[in-house]
């Protein structure tokens, strides 16, 4: 049985539907960052380009990160220019593909 989360509008037209991917987690990484640094490389076996994502799970002052996924690892960049505080973060890393 198909689960999920369809709607629709008052003309009949399907406008969510997010009952097409498995998301599955893959495990967590931490990220020791020095001050005034913004970008870094974090290892993760495995991980592509496509269908994976990691998501930063906790961290000691503002999120102001993003991560972009490669093979067998992910960046992460900090969005403001002057760069981050030292502070460690963790992040979650998921796989999800279509059903």
Do not use: H, K
């Not at 399907?14 to 991917?21: A, E, M, P, S, T």
């Not at 998501?55 to 102001?64: A, V």
């Not at 960046?75 to 979650?92: E, H, I, K, M, R």
């Amino acid at each position: 049985m198909a689960q999920g989360l369809q709607c629709w509008d008052a003309g009949g037209t399907l406008v969510v539907d997010i009952g097409d991917y498995n998301m599955r987690y893959m495990g967590s990484v931490g990220l020791n960052i020095a001050a005034g640094t913004n970008s870094w490389n974090v290892g993760f076996g495995g991980m592509r380009t496509t269908g994976w994502l990691a998501i930063l799970r906790s961290n000691q002052y503002y999120n102001e990160f993003y991560c972009i996924p490669n093979n067998d690892s992910f960046s992460v960049q900090y969005l403001p220019t002057g760069g981050a505080y030292a502070q460690s973060l963790v992040f979650d890393v998921y796989s999800y593909n279509t059903l």
